[in-house]
Antibody, heavy 124, light 110 residues
Framework: QVQLQQSGPGLVKPSQTLSLTCAIS??????????WNWVRQSPSRGLEWLGR?????????NYAVSVKSRIIINPDTSKNQFSLQLNSVTPEDTAVYYC??????????????WGQGTLVTVSS | QSVLTQPPSVSAAPGQKVTISCSGS????????ISWYQQFPGTAPKLLIY???KRPSGIPDRFSGSKSGTSATLGITGLQPGDEADFYC???????????FGGGTKLTVL
């Protein structure tokens, strides 16, 4: 059974960096068929995909246009996890952040397992 | 504003059928598979339908999906009070090179 366990602070100051980690059990971040995603949700923006990292003989990343200039998603093979780093945050980045697996069985943009969600508030 | 367009809300009586629409464009729904998610308050979304009309293991056949051109539809038959939730469509957008979602539809079982 795949489980995704999120960790990271729930409060970040404006202009600082939001950092979250998603620990994977039951699968591998180096899977050749899954993809590892970050999605956020807020009342104003709804569900918003932020980006993903995946391994297909080498590492690839895709990022949403809306955050492309300030986002980094990194795999950590030694700990079987992946991370989100969002720089220069503003109150508009306040949301519940989820990590999610892009299915290795269906399409890799079908999210079959999700983390528990982390409410991140951007405020001084 | 979401790339995919869904009605904000739908409602129907227990036992009845309801459909939820999702409208997009050629770069997303028109050329990629659609998926649907169900979300209860305070929980993560759950995959309900993938590849337009397929159900993951454990999803009852009361839930169905279809796609035509640049639109897709989620159908739910035999409505139950426990079906009350928010529903989202999602797919890959080839022009944006990313995943896009609808704005969500709140289902009320009257």
């Amino acid at each position: 059974q795949v489980q995704l366990q999120q960790s990271g602070p729930g409060l970040v100051k404006p202009s600082q960096t939001l950092s979250l980690t998603c620990a994977i059990s039951g699968d591998s971040v180096s899977s050749n068929s899954a993809a590892w995603n970050w999605v956020r949700q807020s009342p104003s923006r709804g569900l918003e995909w932020l980006g993903r990292t995946y391994y297909r003989s080498k590492w690839f990343n895709n990022y949403a246009v809306s955050v492309k200039s300030r986002i980094i998603i990194n795999p950590d093979t030694s700990k079987n996890q992946f991370s989100l780093q969002l720089n220069s945050v503003t109150p508009e980045d306040t949301a519940v952040y989820y990590c999610a697996r892009g299915s290795p069985t269906y399409r890799d943009y079908d999210f079959d397992y999700w983390g528990q969600g982390t409410l991140v508030t951007v405020s001084s | 504003q979401s790339v995919l367009t869904q009605p904000p809300s739908v409602s129907a009586a227990p036992g009845q059928k309801v459909t939820i629409s999702c409208s997009g464009s050629r770069s997303n729904i028109g050329n990629n598979y659609i998926s649907w998610y169900q979300q209860f308050p305070g929980t993560a979304p759950k995959l309900l339908i993938y590849e337009n009309n397929k159900r993951p293991s454990g999803i009852p056949d009361r839930f169905s999906g279809s796609k035509s051109g640049t639109s897709a539809t989620l159908g739910i038959t035999g409505l139950q009070p426990g079906d009350e939730a928010d529903f989202y469509c999602g797919t890959w957008d080839s022009r944006l090179s990313g995943v896009v979602f609808g704005g969500g539809t709140k289902l009320t079982v009257l």
